[in-house]
């Protein structure tokens, strides 16, 4: 966790539970390093509510590192990677700068912010992806030779300070929830996994999800805080054109927030514990490259901050990125046969957008090895579908973050679900252990029963489906339903109550299925074909979709053009063998 303290938000959460549906750590590991859960948008539809936990950042770190060392039939080894290595325009492996040199059958790239990263601390300059790393200097020279095309992307981050040097005195408090909402699916795990103790005796680090939470405090800016950062503008790094990379605009620094926000007030700021074992706290909300001594004046503006005590400054970071339609669906790419990228080497911001991607890299890496088909994620079946297709098919400009709004489908990614919509990509890759596969199979079952029970049944007035869709009402549902799992009831409401509109999903979707069914020849020429406009057709050569659908997300490509290239390809097929 080398930001923020913190997993999960909006569509985030979902996204985390997702990769928990897939065989990853991720969730396992937040929820017994977890220190604060929330559960947000808690008064709005479940589709749209999400998980978010504050970690304990070292316990998180070290426990993951654990984790990797006790992997069987994994090798875990730290070097510098300097390049790859090529031969005949494929990935053969890499070469490390203590000379050692890594031959595989496949390559998975995940830099990071350390793709030639360089932080700026007002005009202060230095090499490294996170403060007192290094920066990994020649790869990128290494995938140029490949001809991958790379740009500049640029992240920030508040200072920390000292949790003693804080006047918590009228500050807001938020606690955690009384009932946590976790992210892994304990339910349909076995009870051991939580707190597997090895066969070596080594039981890894972690405790019992949602006990001890600590909680955050709101504070804010003040005219005070805006009078510096205006006074300053010509020192930071983003605004003096030392950085030429574009920053994340849902994430803005606070030069930004006051600059394109000039008519708001002021802007909230959360004081955020970095784990139980330490006073640091971070200040999210505070981004800034401004230089250090006009940033300790800032922070004493702040309310309860009048007297911190930063630890570590904020600095901006500046980086190398892949722009990510160079690659397949699978994450492989398209220059470097055997060479798959995952993370913000594809544009993207935050942990749980790199997590997926790093999923679904290393299972198409072995899925190459095996000569089969990748797993690849549609769009209707999670944000992971959603996140991988923006990215190959739209590409970015700037550091790519999930929200819900980017997902049309959104009503079927309750976090809840999340193993239901994936089993079949879980089973058909060996994804999960056979015990766990049967659960989740289980449940699906249970939920399709009570369904059914419940729309077929009747009740005072209709069914108890319709009494549940007309008062939104369980309290008089039948006892044998409200004896099963919490897990398997809130799955079956939300099935119920919002069943017509998921039924209108479901048919978008099979509307939708014909379109991405018509596969595009690699072969096809599209600046040859008759009628496409001149931009369609350079964008649809440049980026190579698989299929009509792709085609049709493509920024440029309007419904006029899909129609002819359909005309077309229903002609080839129709078209008499020779």
């Known amino acids: 966790m080398s930001c923020n303290p913190a997993i999960g938000g909006l569509a985030k ?136 095309e790379l740009k500049r992307l640029k992240t920030g981050t508040p200072p920390r300070i000292l949790g003693r040097s804080i006047n918590f005195a009228g500050l807001q408090e938020q606690k955690g929830d009384i009932e946590p909402t976790l992210f892994a699916f304990h339910d349909t795990r076995d009870p051991g996994d939580m707190f597997h103790v090895e066969s070596t005796g080594e039981r890894r680090l972690g405790w019992k999800p949602g006990s001890e939470q600590v909680s955050c405090w709101l504070t804010h800016t003040t005219p005070a805080s805006e009078r510096i950062v205006r006074e300053n503008l010509h020192k930071s790094a983003m605004y003096s054109g030392e950085i030429a990379g574009v920053g994340p605009r849902y994430c803005p620094s606070i030069e930004d927030k006051f600059v394109r926000f000039a008519d708001k007030a002021r802007h909230l700021l959360f004081l955020e514990p970095e784990g139980r074992n330490t006073n640091e706290y971070y200040i999210n909300g505070l981004s800034t490259s401004l230089p250090f001594d006009v940033q300790v004046d800032l922070v004493h503006t702040i309310p309860g901050l009048e007297a911190a005590v930063i630890l570590r400054p904020a600095y901006a970071v500046e980086y190398d990125f892949a722009i990510p339609t160079q690659m397949y669906p699978s994450l492989e790419s398209r220059k470097a046969e055997n060479l798959f990228l995952a993370g913000q080497i594809n544009g993207t911001s935050g942990y749980e957008e790199a997590a997926a991607q790093g999923l679904v890299a290393g299972v198409n890496a072995v899925l190459k090895v095996r000569g089969e088909p990748p797993l690849v994620i549609q769009r209707h079946e999670a944000y992971i579908g959603v996140l991988i297709d923006d990215l190959v098919t739209k590409g970015t400009t700037e550091p790519y973050r999930m929200f819900t709004s980017r997902a049309e489908h959104r009503l079927l990614f309750n976090h809840g679900s999340s193993e239901l919509r994936l089993y079949d990509h879980a089973k058909k890759h060996k994804l999960l252990s056979d015990n766990r596969l049967e659960r989740v199979a289980k449940k699906a079952n249970r939920i399709t029963h009570w369904e059914i029970y419940l729309e077929t049944s009747k009740s005072v007035g209709g069914s108890w489906a319709e009494s549940i869709r007309c ?104 078209a008499p063998a020779r």
């Open 13 to 148: 959460g979902q996204m985390v539970r997702e990769i928990d549906a897939l065989g990853g750590e991720m969730a396992i590991n937040t929820d017994v390093t977890g220190i604060q859960f929330r559960l947000l948008n808690k008064s709005k539809g479940p589709a749209v509510q999400s998980p978010r936990a504050q970690c304990d950042k070292k316990a998180y770190q070290f426990r993951l590192k654990h984790t990797l060392e006790l992997q069987p039939n994994l090798q875990v080894f730290q070097a510098t990677v300097t390049g790859m290595i090529y031969s005949h325009g494929r990935v053969v492996g890499c070469r490390t700068s203590l000379d050692v040199d890594f031959i595989g059958r496949t390559v998975v790239i995940t830099t990071g912010t350390f793709l030639r990263g360089l932080m700026h601390v007002g005009q202060s300059k230095n090499e490294g992806g996170r403060l007192g790393d290094f920066s990994a200097k020649t790869l990128s020279a290494s995938l140029l030779e490949a001809g991958i």
């Open 471 to 574: 008062d939104k009402s369980t309290a008089a549902l039948p006892a044998e339903f409200s004896a099963e799992p919490k897990e398997v009831r809130e799955e079956v409401l939300y099935r119920v109550t919002y069943r017509g509109y998921l039924e209108r999903e479901q048919r978008q979707i099979e509307k939708m299925k014909d379109v991405e069914k018509i596969r595009i020849p690699a072969s096809l020429d599209f600046l040859g074909i008759p009628g496409l406009r001149r931009e369609s057709a350079q964008k649809l050569h440049q980026l190579r979709p698989q299929n009509l659908g792709q085609a049709s997300r493509i920024s440029g490509v309007n419904p006029t053009d899909i129609s002819i290239l359909m005309v077309l390809l229903a002609a080839r097929r129709n």
